[in-house]
């Protein structure tokens, strides 16, 4: 239950085992073991794009991995949650906070969300890449967090549409949830909530080897009623 924070090597639906465990700590932490560092540092695009403009709030990142999006949403003023399952990736989500000067404005929380949630109600929850090779009951998790949307905040939430090219453990049979099904898992009433974004995207990647290819997003904005 970590997310992919770099666009430049894949995502955890590539890192997959064989004999991967079943326990989302022992496998995210396996993951996030095999190398110093998984993600590039650098914020998703998307986050940058579409929440540059909100007013700052208080802000959960879901599956925040190495932190790099809750260290961006802290430099420009959301005071933040960091949630993962993973206590490697929150080290070093942690230590890269304190050299950057943000660690004050954000708030590294350790949880597997299946069993446990950040307290407390948010101006924005994003959740990118919130997807696992291991089992997930991704719509259940996000619906639950957009149950902790203020009036006028938003949740945005951006996934795979299909595997990048260099995928290393990818299954022909799996069929990615669209734009559309995204919403609907959130069981959002109409009248409280309005669409935004609900849509594919495209954007270029570079793979691990320096392959580059042009992979397909689901991308998904809501802004809650005031």
Known sequence: MSVEHSHTHGSPAEH????????PREFWDGMYAERTRV????????????????????????????????????QHGWQVVGADVSEVALGRAT???????VDGDISWEQHD?????????????????????IELPAGEILAKAAATINPGGWI????????????????ADQVFPTAKEIVESLNLDATNWNARIV?????????PDGEQATLIDNVVLVQRNP
């Open 199 to 207: 849509e594919e995207q495209e954007r270029e990647a570079t793979g």
């Open 39 to 74: 993600w590039s540092g650098n914020p998703n695009a998307a986050l940058v794009r579409y929440v540059s403009d909100l007013s700052p709030g208080r802000a959960l990142d879901l599956g925040c991995g190495e932190g790099a999006d809750a260290i961006w949403l802290a």
């Open 95 to 101: 230590e890269h906070s304190r050299e950057v000067g």
């Open 113 to 133: 969300v299946t069993s446990t949630f950040p307290p407390g109600s948010f101006d924005l929850v994003s959740a990118h890449f919130f997807q696992s090779p």
């Open 16 to 23: 997959s085992p064989s004999d991967e465990p079943q326990d």
């Open 156 to 171: 945005l939430i951006v996934g795979h549409a299909a595997f990048p090219p260099w995928a290393r453990n990818a299954h």
